[in-house]
Protein backbone atom coordinates (compact mmCIF):
# COMPACT_ATOMS: atom_id res chain seq x y z
CA UNK A 1 0.00 0.00 0.00
CA UNK A 2 0.97 3.57 -0.99
CA UNK A 3 1.81 5.82 1.56
CA UNK A 4 0.69 9.62 1.30
CA UNK A 5 5.00 10.44 1.06
CA UNK A 6 4.91 7.85 -1.74
CA UNK A 7 1.56 9.39 -3.31
CA UNK A 8 3.58 12.96 -2.82
CA UNK A 9 6.89 12.31 -4.25
CA UNK A 10 5.37 10.16 -7.49
CA UNK A 11 3.67 13.52 -8.33
CA UNK A 12 6.23 15.74 -7.51
CA UNK A 13 8.14 13.38 -10.16
CA UNK A 14 6.00 13.75 -12.53
CA UNK A 15 4.69 17.04 -12.23
CA UNK A 16 7.79 19.42 -11.07
CA UNK A 17 10.78 17.64 -12.22
CA UNK A 18 8.88 16.25 -15.69
CA UNK A 19 9.78 12.52 -15.56
CA UNK A 20 8.22 10.30 -17.92
CA UNK A 21 5.81 7.75 -15.98
CA UNK A 22 8.12 4.94 -17.35
CA UNK A 23 11.19 6.96 -15.77
CA UNK A 24 9.23 6.88 -12.20
CA UNK A 25 8.44 3.62 -11.95
CA UNK A 26 11.82 2.12 -12.11
CA UNK A 27 12.79 4.58 -9.86
CA UNK A 28 10.44 3.78 -7.20
CA UNK A 29 10.14 0.51 -8.09
CA UNK A 30 6.27 1.03 -8.21
CA UNK A 31 4.07 -0.59 -11.26
CA UNK A 32 3.11 1.68 -14.27
CA UNK A 33 -0.48 1.16 -13.89
CA UNK A 34 -0.13 2.35 -9.89
CA UNK A 35 2.27 5.42 -11.07
CA UNK A 36 -0.53 6.45 -13.64
CA UNK A 37 -3.15 5.86 -10.85
CA UNK A 38 -1.88 8.80 -8.44
CA UNK A 39 -1.10 10.86 -11.23
CA UNK A 40 -4.55 11.03 -12.05
CA UNK A 41 -5.96 11.16 -8.77
CA UNK A 42 -6.39 14.69 -6.70
CA UNK A 43 -6.33 12.78 -3.10
CA UNK A 44 -4.84 9.94 -1.82
CA UNK A 45 -6.89 7.31 -1.68
CA UNK A 46 -7.82 5.74 1.48
CA UNK A 47 -7.51 2.10 2.61
CA UNK A 48 -10.09 0.10 1.08
CA UNK A 49 -11.36 -3.56 1.97
CA UNK A 50 -10.59 -6.41 -1.12
CA UNK A 51 -12.75 -8.41 0.41
CA UNK A 52 -15.59 -7.48 3.16
CA UNK A 53 -14.33 -8.86 6.66
CA UNK A 54 -16.15 -11.81 7.20
CA UNK A 55 -18.65 -12.18 11.27
CA UNK A 56 -18.21 -16.43 10.97
CA UNK A 57 -19.89 -16.75 14.04
CA UNK A 58 -23.03 -14.08 13.43
CA UNK A 59 -23.42 -15.26 9.74
CA UNK A 60 -26.05 -18.36 10.19
CA UNK A 61 -27.98 -15.65 12.69
CA UNK A 62 -27.77 -12.65 10.09
CA UNK A 63 -31.50 -13.62 8.61
CA UNK A 64 -33.04 -13.29 12.25
CA UNK A 65 -31.02 -10.13 12.83
CA UNK A 66 -32.03 -8.52 9.47
CA UNK A 67 -35.45 -9.28 10.38
CA UNK A 68 -35.04 -8.02 13.90
CA UNK A 69 -33.79 -4.67 11.91
CA UNK A 70 -36.73 -4.56 9.53
CA UNK A 71 -39.40 -4.94 12.26
CA UNK A 72 -37.70 -2.40 14.56
CA UNK A 73 -38.49 0.38 11.36
CA UNK A 74 -42.34 -0.25 12.15
CA UNK A 75 -42.67 -0.15 15.72
CA UNK A 76 -43.00 2.84 17.78
CA UNK A 77 -40.05 4.99 18.31
CA UNK A 78 -39.89 4.76 22.22
CA UNK A 79 -40.89 0.93 22.21
CA UNK A 80 -38.01 -0.27 19.51
CA UNK A 81 -35.53 -3.34 20.68
CA UNK A 82 -32.31 -2.01 21.51
CA UNK A 83 -29.71 -3.83 19.98
CA UNK A 84 -28.61 -5.59 23.63
CA UNK A 85 -32.49 -6.55 23.50
CA UNK A 86 -31.33 -7.91 19.62
CA UNK A 87 -28.31 -9.72 20.85
CA UNK A 88 -30.26 -11.35 23.45
CA UNK A 89 -33.01 -12.57 21.35
CA UNK A 90 -30.49 -14.19 18.95
CA UNK A 91 -28.44 -15.31 21.73
CA UNK A 92 -31.52 -17.27 22.90
CA UNK A 93 -31.48 -18.74 19.31
CA UNK A 94 -27.95 -20.42 20.00
CA UNK A 95 -25.68 -17.57 19.04
CA UNK A 96 -22.20 -17.35 21.00
CA UNK A 97 -20.56 -14.24 19.92
CA UNK A 98 -20.31 -10.70 21.71
CA UNK A 99 -22.79 -7.79 21.95
CA UNK A 100 -20.28 -5.39 20.01
CA UNK A 101 -20.43 -7.97 16.97
CA UNK A 102 -24.56 -7.50 16.95
CA UNK A 103 -23.60 -3.44 17.50
CA UNK A 104 -21.52 -2.91 14.52
CA UNK A 105 -23.68 -5.13 11.98
CA UNK A 106 -26.46 -3.31 13.24
CA UNK A 107 -24.92 0.39 13.07
CA UNK A 108 -23.49 -0.59 9.44
CA UNK A 109 -26.90 -1.70 8.36
CA UNK A 110 -28.54 1.25 9.30
CA UNK A 111 -25.84 3.38 7.53
CA UNK A 112 -25.77 1.46 4.50
CA UNK A 113 -29.62 0.99 4.46
CA UNK A 114 -31.90 3.88 5.39
CA UNK A 115 -32.12 6.87 3.76
CA UNK A 116 -31.23 10.17 5.24
CA UNK A 117 -34.16 12.13 6.24
CA UNK A 118 -33.87 15.30 4.52
CA UNK A 119 -35.78 18.93 5.15
CA UNK A 120 -37.09 21.87 3.20
CA UNK A 121 -35.31 25.21 4.44
CA UNK A 122 -38.06 27.38 5.22
CA UNK A 123 -38.06 31.55 5.51
CA UNK A 124 -40.76 33.57 7.29
CA UNK A 125 -42.08 36.68 7.24
CA UNK A 126 -41.83 39.11 10.03
CA UNK A 127 -44.29 38.60 12.71
CA UNK A 128 -46.36 36.03 10.96
CA UNK A 129 -45.56 32.92 12.81
CA UNK A 130 -44.73 31.35 16.12
CA UNK A 131 -44.38 27.91 18.29
CA UNK A 132 -45.12 26.94 21.26
CA UNK A 133 -44.17 23.51 23.06
CA UNK A 134 -43.42 22.30 26.72
CA UNK A 135 -40.18 20.81 27.67
CA UNK A 136 -38.96 19.44 31.40
CA UNK A 137 -35.91 20.79 33.34
CA UNK A 138 -34.83 19.64 36.74
CA UNK A 139 -34.18 22.67 39.70
CA UNK A 140 -33.73 23.02 43.03
CA UNK A 141 -36.47 24.55 45.03
CA UNK A 142 -37.25 25.54 48.52
CA UNK A 143 -39.68 22.98 49.38
CA UNK A 144 -40.19 23.68 53.31
CA UNK A 145 -38.61 27.30 53.59
CA UNK A 146 -35.23 25.53 54.96
CA UNK A 147 -34.43 22.77 52.42
CA UNK A 148 -34.00 22.64 48.78
CA UNK A 149 -35.46 19.97 47.09
CA UNK A 150 -34.94 18.55 43.35
CA UNK A 151 -37.71 18.74 41.09
CA UNK A 152 -38.78 18.55 37.42
CA UNK A 153 -40.41 22.06 36.34
CA UNK A 154 -42.22 22.47 32.82
CA UNK A 155 -40.90 24.69 30.69
CA UNK A 156 -43.27 26.67 28.31
CA UNK A 157 -41.40 28.12 25.21
CA UNK A 158 -42.80 30.44 22.51
CA UNK A 159 -40.38 30.95 19.78
CA UNK A 160 -40.82 33.79 16.97
CA UNK A 161 -39.80 31.98 14.07
CA UNK A 162 -38.30 35.07 12.39
CA UNK A 163 -36.41 36.79 14.59
CA UNK A 164 -35.71 33.70 16.37
CA UNK A 165 -36.60 35.17 19.85
CA UNK A 166 -38.09 33.26 22.79
CA UNK A 167 -40.01 33.50 25.73
CA UNK A 168 -39.97 30.92 28.31
CA UNK A 169 -41.22 30.56 31.88
CA UNK A 170 -41.72 27.35 34.18
CA UNK A 171 -44.87 25.77 35.89
CA UNK A 172 -45.25 23.22 38.38
CA UNK A 173 -47.37 21.02 35.52
CA UNK A 174 -48.81 21.49 31.98
CA UNK A 175 -52.67 22.19 32.82
CA UNK A 176 -54.79 24.78 30.94
CA UNK A 177 -54.31 27.39 33.05
CA UNK A 178 -50.59 27.29 33.11
CA UNK A 179 -50.81 26.62 29.51
CA UNK A 180 -52.73 29.70 28.51
CA UNK A 181 -50.86 32.07 31.05
CA UNK A 182 -48.01 31.27 29.29
CA UNK A 183 -49.31 32.92 26.00
CA UNK A 184 -50.56 35.74 28.10
CA UNK A 185 -46.92 36.35 29.41
CA UNK A 186 -45.51 35.97 26.23
CA UNK A 187 -47.39 38.22 24.36
CA UNK A 188 -47.57 41.36 26.51
CA UNK A 189 -43.48 40.37 26.62
CA UNK A 190 -43.40 40.97 23.37
CA UNK A 191 -46.08 43.63 23.36
CA UNK A 192 -48.38 42.31 20.59
CA UNK A 193 -49.26 38.93 18.94
CA UNK A 194 -48.05 36.47 15.96
CA UNK A 195 -50.45 35.69 13.95
CA UNK A 196 -49.94 32.06 13.51
CA UNK A 197 -49.03 29.54 16.19
CA UNK A 198 -47.87 26.14 15.61
CA UNK A 199 -48.37 22.99 18.13
CA UNK A 200 -48.17 20.02 19.16
CA UNK A 201 -51.85 18.11 19.58
CA UNK A 202 -51.51 18.78 22.89
CA UNK A 203 -54.76 17.90 25.09
CA UNK A 204 -55.03 21.43 26.81
CA UNK A 205 -55.82 22.77 22.92
CA UNK A 206 -56.75 19.92 20.78
CA UNK A 207 -60.38 17.32 22.04
CA UNK A 208 -59.84 15.24 19.01
CA UNK A 209 -57.42 14.88 15.92
CA UNK A 210 -59.41 14.27 12.44
CA UNK A 211 -58.90 13.76 9.13
CA UNK A 212 -55.48 15.64 7.76
CA UNK A 213 -55.20 19.05 9.42
CA UNK A 214 -58.59 18.84 10.95
CA UNK A 215 -58.71 19.16 14.84
CA UNK A 216 -61.73 19.67 17.13
CA UNK A 217 -59.87 22.03 19.36
CA UNK A 218 -61.32 22.69 23.27
CA UNK A 219 -63.76 25.14 23.87
CA UNK A 220 -61.60 27.24 26.31
CA UNK A 221 -58.46 27.64 23.57
CA UNK A 222 -61.16 28.26 21.20
CA UNK A 223 -62.14 31.13 23.96
CA UNK A 224 -58.19 32.74 24.87
CA UNK A 225 -57.92 31.94 20.59
CA UNK A 226 -60.76 34.73 19.88
CA UNK A 227 -59.54 36.77 22.46
CA UNK A 228 -56.19 37.66 21.06
CA UNK A 229 -57.43 36.56 17.07
CA UNK A 230 -54.61 34.42 16.44
CA UNK A 231 -54.70 30.99 13.77
CA UNK A 232 -53.52 27.63 15.69
CA UNK A 233 -51.93 25.23 13.23
CA UNK A 234 -51.32 21.82 14.46
CA UNK A 235 -48.60 19.47 13.46
CA UNK A 236 -48.72 16.10 11.74
CA UNK A 237 -49.39 13.32 14.82
CA UNK A 238 -45.59 12.51 14.69
CA UNK A 239 -43.88 14.46 12.77
CA UNK A 240 -42.57 16.92 15.39
CA UNK A 241 -40.13 18.38 12.55
CA UNK A 242 -42.81 20.26 11.60
CA UNK A 243 -42.01 22.89 14.89
CA UNK A 244 -38.79 22.04 14.84
CA UNK A 245 -37.79 25.58 15.65
CA UNK A 246 -39.46 25.73 19.40
CA UNK A 247 -38.58 21.61 19.99
CA UNK A 248 -34.61 23.17 19.42
CA UNK A 249 -35.13 26.23 21.50
CA UNK A 250 -36.48 24.21 24.16
CA UNK A 251 -33.05 22.14 24.72
CA UNK A 252 -31.08 25.40 24.23
CA UNK A 253 -32.71 26.70 26.78
CA UNK A 254 -32.63 23.89 29.06
CA UNK A 255 -28.47 23.53 28.21
CA UNK A 256 -27.84 27.26 28.53
CA UNK A 257 -30.68 29.04 30.60
CA UNK A 258 -30.89 26.08 33.56
CA UNK A 259 -27.64 24.85 33.15
CA UNK A 260 -25.62 23.21 36.70
CA UNK A 261 -29.31 22.72 38.35
CA UNK A 262 -29.97 26.40 39.57
CA UNK A 263 -31.27 26.67 43.16
CA UNK A 264 -34.36 28.64 43.60
CA UNK A 265 -36.25 29.88 46.29
CA UNK A 266 -39.77 30.01 44.64
CA UNK A 267 -41.33 29.65 41.17
CA UNK A 268 -41.51 33.48 41.17
CA UNK A 269 -37.54 33.45 41.25
CA UNK A 270 -37.12 30.95 38.59
CA UNK A 271 -39.22 32.77 36.49
CA UNK A 272 -37.42 36.07 36.86
CA UNK A 273 -33.98 34.55 36.01
CA UNK A 274 -35.62 32.91 32.40
CA UNK A 275 -36.65 36.09 31.94
CA UNK A 276 -33.41 37.89 32.43
CA UNK A 277 -31.83 35.03 30.16
CA UNK A 278 -34.03 35.62 27.10
CA UNK A 279 -33.36 39.34 27.25
CA UNK A 280 -29.59 38.39 27.34
CA UNK A 281 -30.34 35.78 24.65
CA UNK A 282 -31.73 39.17 22.59
CA UNK A 283 -28.07 39.38 21.77
CA UNK A 284 -26.98 36.15 20.01
CA UNK A 285 -26.51 35.74 16.48
CA UNK A 286 -28.10 32.42 15.08
CA UNK A 287 -26.12 30.76 12.76
CA UNK A 288 -26.26 31.09 9.19
CA UNK A 289 -28.27 34.58 10.20
CA UNK A 290 -27.20 37.90 8.95
CA UNK A 291 -28.09 39.86 11.96
CA UNK A 292 -28.36 39.27 16.25
CA UNK A 293 -31.82 37.99 17.27
CA UNK A 294 -32.61 41.39 18.51
CA UNK A 295 -31.94 43.28 15.57
CA UNK A 296 -34.37 41.34 13.85
CA UNK A 297 -36.98 41.83 16.01
CA UNK A 298 -36.63 44.82 15.68
CA UNK A 299 -37.86 44.47 12.12
CA UNK A 300 -40.56 41.87 13.38
CA UNK A 301 -42.21 43.67 16.82
CA UNK A 302 -43.97 46.26 14.63
CA UNK A 303 -45.78 43.52 12.13
CA UNK A 304 -47.35 41.83 15.67
CA UNK A 305 -51.26 41.76 15.77
CA UNK A 306 -52.16 44.00 18.94
CA UNK A 307 -52.66 43.32 22.29
CA UNK A 308 -56.36 43.41 23.58
CA UNK A 309 -58.03 46.33 26.16
CA UNK A 310 -57.22 43.35 29.18
CA UNK A 311 -55.68 40.25 29.16
CA UNK A 312 -57.41 37.25 29.39
CA UNK A 313 -57.76 34.97 32.70
CA UNK A 314 -56.25 31.91 33.05
CA UNK A 315 -58.28 30.02 34.99
CA UNK A 316 -60.42 26.88 35.71
CA UNK A 317 -63.37 27.36 37.09
CA UNK A 318 -65.49 25.37 39.13
CA UNK A 319 -68.54 25.36 41.66
CA UNK A 320 -68.07 23.95 45.29
CA UNK A 321 -69.91 23.21 48.75
CA UNK A 322 -67.95 24.29 51.81
CA UNK A 323 -68.02 22.04 54.15
CA UNK A 324 -68.20 21.74 58.01
CA UNK A 325 -64.70 22.58 58.69
CA UNK A 326 -64.81 25.76 56.51
CA UNK A 327 -63.02 24.51 53.58
CA UNK A 328 -63.89 24.06 50.12
CA UNK A 329 -61.84 20.98 48.28
CA UNK A 330 -60.04 21.61 44.75
CA UNK A 331 -57.90 18.67 42.88
CA UNK A 332 -58.19 17.00 45.94
CA UNK A 333 -56.80 19.63 47.78
CA UNK A 334 -58.98 21.39 51.11
CA UNK A 335 -58.93 25.56 51.25
CA UNK A 336 -59.92 27.36 54.10
CA UNK A 337 -62.65 30.06 53.63
CA UNK A 338 -63.42 32.77 56.64
CA UNK A 339 -66.30 31.30 58.86
CA UNK A 340 -67.95 34.75 58.96
CA UNK A 341 -68.76 34.08 55.01
CA UNK A 342 -69.06 30.26 54.88
CA UNK A 343 -72.16 29.91 52.84
CA UNK A 344 -72.89 26.42 50.88
CA UNK A 345 -72.25 27.11 47.50
CA UNK A 346 -69.35 29.15 46.23
CA UNK A 347 -67.41 29.52 43.01
CA UNK A 348 -63.25 27.78 42.85
CA UNK A 349 -61.28 29.85 40.24
CA UNK A 350 -57.74 28.24 39.84
CA UNK A 351 -54.92 30.01 38.68
CA UNK A 352 -51.39 28.59 38.26
CA UNK A 353 -50.46 29.43 41.62
CA UNK A 354 -53.39 30.71 43.49
CA UNK A 355 -56.73 29.65 44.05
CA UNK A 356 -59.11 31.91 44.67
CA UNK A 357 -62.84 31.30 46.18
CA UNK A 358 -65.72 33.27 45.29
CA UNK A 359 -68.97 34.30 46.65
CA UNK A 360 -71.05 35.77 43.65
CA UNK A 361 -68.51 38.51 42.05
CA UNK A 362 -66.93 38.78 45.44
CA UNK A 363 -63.52 37.06 46.44
CA UNK A 364 -63.57 36.05 50.26
CA UNK A 365 -60.68 33.68 49.91
CA UNK A 366 -57.12 33.93 48.25
CA UNK A 367 -54.29 31.12 48.78
CA UNK A 368 -51.34 30.05 47.05
CA UNK A 369 -51.85 26.74 45.04
CA UNK A 370 -51.20 23.61 46.76
CA UNK A 371 -49.78 21.43 44.22
CA UNK A 372 -49.42 18.17 46.49
CA UNK A 373 -52.37 15.89 47.00
CA UNK A 374 -54.94 15.76 50.04
CA UNK A 375 -53.45 18.76 51.67
CA UNK A 376 -55.09 21.24 54.08
CA UNK A 377 -54.43 24.85 53.31
CA UNK A 378 -55.39 27.16 55.90
CA UNK A 379 -55.40 31.14 56.98
CA UNK A 380 -55.73 31.24 60.70
CA UNK A 381 -56.90 33.94 60.34
CA UNK A 382 -60.55 32.32 58.76
CA UNK A 383 -61.27 30.69 62.18
CA UNK A 384 -60.89 33.39 64.40
CA UNK A 385 -64.40 34.60 64.95
CA UNK A 386 -64.99 30.87 65.50
CA UNK A 387 -62.08 30.55 68.48
CA UNK A 388 -63.17 33.59 70.21
CA UNK A 389 -66.34 32.20 70.42
CA UNK A 390 -65.30 28.39 71.25
CA UNK A 391 -61.17 29.62 73.84
CA UNK A 392 -61.43 26.45 74.90
CA UNK A 393 -60.45 24.75 71.43
CA UNK A 394 -57.23 27.38 71.52
CA UNK A 395 -54.61 25.08 72.32
CA UNK A 396 -55.78 21.57 69.46
CA UNK A 397 -56.89 24.26 66.96
CA UNK A 398 -54.90 23.39 63.96
CA UNK A 399 -54.81 26.14 62.63
CA UNK A 400 -53.70 28.16 65.45
CA UNK A 401 -50.82 25.43 65.95
CA UNK A 402 -49.70 26.14 62.14
CA UNK A 403 -49.58 29.74 62.98
CA UNK A 404 -48.14 29.19 66.34
CA UNK A 405 -45.00 27.63 64.44
CA UNK A 406 -43.82 30.76 62.69
CA UNK A 407 -45.24 33.74 64.99
CA UNK A 408 -42.67 35.55 66.75
CA UNK A 409 -41.74 35.08 70.64
CA UNK A 410 -43.47 37.91 71.72
CA UNK A 411 -46.92 36.59 70.84
CA UNK A 412 -46.19 33.81 73.24
CA UNK A 413 -45.16 36.38 76.26
CA UNK A 414 -48.18 38.38 75.34
CA UNK A 415 -50.66 35.43 75.87
CA UNK A 416 -48.99 34.31 78.74
CA UNK A 417 -49.43 37.80 80.37
CA UNK A 418 -53.09 37.93 78.93
CA UNK A 419 -53.75 34.42 80.56
CA UNK A 420 -52.17 35.35 83.76
CA UNK A 421 -53.84 38.95 84.05
CA UNK A 422 -57.28 37.88 83.05
CA UNK A 423 -59.26 35.32 84.39
CA UNK A 424 -60.71 32.17 82.79
CA UNK A 425 -60.74 31.98 79.18
CA UNK A 426 -60.55 35.82 78.85
CA UNK A 427 -56.84 36.23 78.43
CA UNK A 428 -57.35 33.49 75.04
CA UNK A 429 -60.37 36.05 73.88
CA UNK A 430 -58.25 39.07 74.43
CA UNK A 431 -55.13 37.43 72.70
CA UNK A 432 -57.03 36.61 69.60
CA UNK A 433 -59.16 40.04 69.41
CA UNK A 434 -55.06 41.22 68.90
CA UNK A 435 -54.89 38.55 66.32
CA UNK A 436 -57.70 39.85 64.60
CA UNK A 437 -55.57 42.94 63.73
CA UNK A 438 -53.62 41.24 60.82
CA UNK A 439 -57.08 41.64 59.09
CA UNK A 440 -55.62 45.19 59.09
CA UNK A 441 -52.17 45.97 59.63
CA UNK A 442 -48.97 44.13 58.57
CA UNK A 443 -47.53 41.42 60.59
CA UNK A 444 -43.88 43.43 61.20
CA UNK A 445 -46.24 46.46 62.26
CA UNK A 446 -48.35 44.24 64.95
CA UNK A 447 -45.08 42.44 66.18
CA UNK A 448 -43.57 46.27 66.84
CA UNK A 449 -46.87 47.28 68.84
CA UNK A 450 -47.44 44.36 70.91
CA UNK A 451 -42.99 44.94 71.70
CA UNK A 452 -44.14 48.20 72.91
CA UNK A 453 -47.33 47.56 75.09
CA UNK A 454 -45.24 44.94 76.90
CA UNK A 455 -42.51 47.31 77.35
CA UNK A 456 -45.31 50.24 78.60
CA UNK A 457 -47.06 47.70 80.48
CA UNK A 458 -50.55 48.50 78.49
CA UNK A 459 -50.56 44.23 77.00
CA UNK A 460 -53.65 44.55 75.97
CA UNK A 461 -56.09 45.05 72.86
CA UNK A 462 -56.48 48.99 73.57
CA UNK A 463 -52.92 49.40 74.75
CA UNK A 464 -51.51 47.40 71.35
CA UNK A 465 -54.21 49.42 69.23
CA UNK A 466 -52.66 52.75 70.78
CA UNK A 467 -49.12 51.48 70.23
CA UNK A 468 -50.32 50.45 66.10
CA UNK A 469 -52.24 54.02 65.69
CA UNK A 470 -48.87 55.98 67.66
CA UNK A 471 -46.29 54.15 65.12
CA UNK A 472 -48.47 55.54 62.12
CA UNK A 473 -48.32 59.28 63.43
CA UNK A 474 -45.40 60.65 61.46
CA UNK A 475 -43.24 62.62 64.14
CA UNK A 476 -43.64 66.39 63.09
CA UNK A 477 -40.20 68.76 64.17
CA UNK A 478 -41.04 72.75 65.20
CA UNK A 479 -39.82 75.03 63.32
CA UNK A 480 -37.62 77.50 65.14
CA UNK A 481 -40.04 80.74 65.44
CA UNK A 482 -38.78 83.84 63.36
CA UNK A 483 -38.94 86.95 65.50
CA UNK A 484 -36.89 89.11 63.39
CA UNK A 485 -39.55 91.43 63.08
CA UNK A 486 -40.46 91.31 66.67
CA UNK A 487 -37.09 93.09 68.48
CA UNK A 488 -39.54 93.13 71.60
CA UNK A 489 -40.10 89.88 72.23
CA UNK A 490 -36.39 88.09 71.46
CA UNK A 491 -35.87 88.34 75.41
CA UNK A 492 -39.02 85.87 76.49
CA UNK A 493 -37.55 82.94 76.47
CA UNK A 494 -33.95 83.78 77.65
CA UNK A 495 -35.21 85.93 81.13
CA UNK A 496 -34.79 83.97 84.41
CA UNK A 497 -37.38 82.14 86.18
CA UNK A 498 -39.01 83.89 89.12
CA UNK A 499 -40.33 80.89 91.29
CA UNK A 500 -41.10 83.12 94.01
CA UNK A 501 -44.05 84.04 91.63
CA UNK A 502 -45.65 80.93 92.26
CA UNK A 503 -46.30 81.81 95.77
CA UNK A 504 -48.78 83.75 95.08
CA UNK A 505 -50.99 81.14 94.04
CA UNK A 506 -51.30 79.54 97.03
CA UNK A 507 -51.32 82.54 99.49
CA UNK A 508 -54.64 82.77 101.00
CA UNK A 509 -56.35 86.28 101.49
CA UNK A 510 -57.18 87.14 104.83
CA UNK A 511 -59.94 89.95 105.57
Known amino acids: MLEVEDYERIRRMYYIEGKSQRDIAKE ?12 NDVQPPGYRLKVARGAPMLGAYLTALNGLLEENKQLPRKQRRTVHKMWEVIRSQGYQGSESTVNSYAWKWKR ?40 TVQMFVLRMCYSRRMYVCAYPNQRQEAFFEGHVRAFELLGGVP ?5 DNLTTAV ?28 CTPGEGHEKGGVEHAVGYAR ?68 NG ?15 AQATRLVVVKAYPFRVDVLKGSAVIASHARCHGHDEDVMDPLHYLPLLEQRPGAFEHAKPMRQMRAHWPAVYDELLLRLQTSLPGSGGVREFVRVLALHDTYPAKAIEQAITAALRFGCAHLDGIKLCLHQAQIPLIMARPLDLSNQPQLTRVAQQSVQLQAYDQLLAVRHD
Open 28 to 39: TGHGRRTVKQVI
Open 255 to 322: RNFLAGVPRVSSYEELNTLLMNECMRDMERQVHGQPVTIGAAWLKEKDCLLPLPAHAFECCASAEATI
Open 195 to 199: RRITY
Open 112 to 151: DGSRIEVFLPLEFDPGTDAQVDWGEAEVELLSDGQHYERV
Open 207 to 234: QRVLEGRNRTQQRAFIAMRSHYLFEARF
Open 325 to 339: YSQVTYDTNRYSVPV
